[in-house]
């Protein structure tokens, strides 16, 4: 099945993927869900002529029971300019039913040498979702999802999981230290490959405090057990400050999580900033 | 929970639509009266379906629906099925290349030896012609429609119809309350006329204030929806969501309202019924299937109906008006809690109901409030 999925984007191989796209498939990428045949082929034709037909660089799979992930990236041959996706799908194994296909569209802007609004100006129009207002807060007695509640990992692996998961609902910096280890290869949509945690927290921060009641909602989790690692399908919600006006948004984010004796060896932060910037009309926020 | 999952019945999730269009199981369910061919009633509306709509063949609805079969939309009621046949060449016409791709059929074989299916369907379309919605837009649009058949020996006799046209609009760039507006303008029939009066008058007398305690000892199927209407519907208490919903459930409601867990859906639920906080809800259908050995499908038609109180500026002057909706859910149960929710109802036709009925002429959008 993630061969399937990489042949399409290193050989074009449409009529492969085909057979394992039922009627019902339902293919999210850029914050635009496409359904069927026509429109999933449609998504497909755009991206292999923006990308061209790379090499795969680099992948990581995350294989679960219900859900499953992968990462990977794609190089030009002399490696100077890449592309990275990645992928949360249901499956069973013959047949994909859903997958939410989320590209770092700004090395999208890097490969093609075009700035975010030229990127902006070519993705398809996101779904129009109607955000409605909640109350974000805590309380003491209120129920929000913590990854236990979607998944079953071994202690170990759910105590990190859940101190990560805290970082970013209940803002417990104090935390990556305890659960990263120094040299984790920290990679982040929009800012790039960091070693040890010190970028990513400041990315945290800054994203945090670049919106108003920010709240963070688990959708899905898989996890590998064969290769220690985790897939987390999630997203924040929140009142973004662009300039002078407040627009309510919601960053999805795919994040990929490797361990080593319980310690976060390497992440992938996956969000498409220049999708988010298109569905809510906002300013590239790390311009 | 009090559900015994039937393997043998055609499951949609996980099937190629080639599987689907030429079942090679046995015949599973008695159907007197259906053509042969069918093997069950999941078959026969998932058959009968592409038919009509993806192969175009719009006569065949002669062939699949009797001829005084009464259909209740919130934007009109139709009758025979002449009217059925002209409504579908013309939607066909709106939006020629309109896919009808089933997602779920939940189904309950009734006392009366009738067969009651509930089809979840998701369509791609894309407006190349003029509609009721307006002119063309020549843009796709992606649309979730529930239709809930009485189903009797090969023919629909009966059918209740609630589309999301709101996320629809909403994806050709058009406006909500514009298109109210121009809905408005359509005079329904003294039939459509004396079904909307009736059905609010019966939804307005349901006893809101009783408690309808749900516990392990007393969980069923029809309990546990009946609780979820007047738990979180009529008596509005929201901290229960937590009995009803898992804590990341996957919500969605019309006009693009996507959530997951119990504090957005919460939200969705509270902004929603701000706009008529005197709402009373109704669950007047209920059908229950297994999707797997650990997870059940719940089919609801449900009618709320209560007094408008605007959120929208543009909308004040209809202040006090009835609010009635004809309202269809999907549940994904697991666990006696809500792990997917599909509710459809046609927003822009609520609110023409609405402008309808108050006798105002409203601005467009490009005319100012």
């Not at chain 1, 219900?66 to 030009?76: D, K, R």
């Not at chain 2, 020996?153 to 050709?172: G, M, P, T, Y």
């Not at chain 2, 079904?195 to 939804?203: H, T």
């Not at chain 2, 979180?232 to 006009?255: C, D, E, I, M």
């Amino acid at each position: 099945m993630f061969n399937k999925l990489i042949e399409l984007y290193t050989k074009g191989d449409i009529a492969q993927l085909s057979q394992s796209i039922l009627h019902s498939t339902s293919w999210k990428q850029h914050d635009f869900t496409a359904y069927g045949n026509m429109q999933i082929e449609k998504l497909w034709l755009k991206s292999l002529e923006q990308f061209g037909f790379l090499t795969l660089s680099k992948k990581q799979v995350v294989q679960g029971k219900e859900f499953s992930a992968i990462y990977f990236e794609l190089a030009t041959d002399n490696e100077e300019k890449s592309i990275s996706l990645t992928l949360f799908l249901e499956h069973n194994n013959a047949h994909f039913k859903r997958l939410h296909c989320v590209i770092d569209t700004t090395k999208l802007a890097q490969l093609l040498a075009l700035t975010p609004e030229q990127v902006i100006a070519q993705l398809p129009a996101p779904d129009p979702l109607f955000l409605s207002q909640f109350d974000h807060q805590m309380h003491p007695q209120s129920y929000h999802a913590v990854p236990q509640d979607v998944c079953e990992m071994p202690d170990g692996v759910n105590q990190t999981i859940t101190q990560w998961w805290n970082i970013w609902q209940e803002k417990h910096l104090a935390s990556f230290d305890k659960i990263y280890s120094k040299d984790a290869e920290i990679n982040v949509a929009g800012i790039g490959v960091n070693h040890g945690f010190f970028a990513l927290r400041k990315f945290q921060l800054k994203l945090h405090n670049r919106m108003n009641r920010s709240y963070c909602q688990l959708e899905n989790i898989c996890f590998d057990s064969d290769k220690a690692s985790v897939a987390v399908q999630w997203h924040i919600d929140g009142d973004y400050l662009d300039g002078d006006t407040i627009k309510r948004i919601r960053i999805p984010v795919i994040s990929i999580i490797e361990l080593n004796d319980n310690m976060i060896v390497a992440e992938q932060f996956q969000v498409d900033w220049l999708a988010i910037c298109k569905g809510y009309n906002l300013t590239y926020p790390f311009a | 929970m009090s559900f015994k999952l039937n393997n043998k019945i055609t499951k949609v999730h996980w099937q190629p639509l080639t599987k689907l269009l030429e079942p090679s199981g046995d015949k599973t369910q008695i159907l007197p009266g259906f053509d042969g061919e069918f093997i069950d009633i999941v078959d026969y509306i998932i058959r009968i379906t592409h038919r009509i709509w993806e192969q175009k063949n719009v006569g065949l609805c002669y062939q699949y629906y009797s001829d005084i079969c009464p259909v209740y939309m919130l934007g009109g009621y139709s009758e025979c099925v002449e009217q059925v046949v002209q409504n579908t060449l013309k939607t066909i016409a709106a939006f020629p290349d309109r896919s009808l791709i089933g997602e779920n059929v939940i189904w309950k074989e009734e006392e009366d030896k009738t067969y009651y299916s509930s089809h979840l369907i998701t369509s791609i379309m894309t407006n190349t012609g003029n509609s009721d919605f307006g002119l063309a837009t020549n843009k796709t649009g992606r649309v979730t429609t529930i239709a809930d058949c009485v189903c009797f020996e090969n023919k629909i006799i009966k059918e209740w119809l609630v589309r999301d046209n709101s996320f629809l609009i909403a994806q050709l760039g058009l406006d909500l309350i514009d298109a109210a507006i121009h809905f408005a303008k359509l005079v329904p029939n003294d039939t459509f006329t004396t079904w909307y009066d009736e059905e609010f008058a019966r939804v307005r007398q349901k006893e809101h204030r009783q408690i309808f305690n749900l516990t392990d000892e007393n969980w069923t199927v029809e309990t546990f929806v009946q609780s979820w209407a007047q738990t979180l519907f009529n008596q509005k208490q929201f901290s229960t969501l937590t009995g009803f919903y898992h804590v990341a459930a996957a919500h969605q409601w019309p006009g693009g309202r996507k959530s997951t867990g119990l504090a957005q859906i919460s939200g969705t639920i509270i902004q929603w019924l701000a706009q008529c906080p005197d709402a009373k809800m109704t669950v007047d259908h209920v059908a229950v299937v297994g999707f797997d050995e650990e997870t059940i499908d719940i089919a609801l038609r449900w009618s709320v109906a209560g007094t408008y109180t605007p959120h929208d500026n543009r909308l004040n002057m209809i202040k006090g008006q009835r609010f009635f909706v004809l309202g269809c859910t999907h549940l994904r149960v697991r666990n006696k809690k809500v792990i997917k929710e599909v509710t459809v109802f046609d927003e822009i036709s609520l609110y023409a109901n609405i402008i309808r009925e108050s006798g105002q002429t409203l601005p467009l959008l490009e005319q100012g409030v």
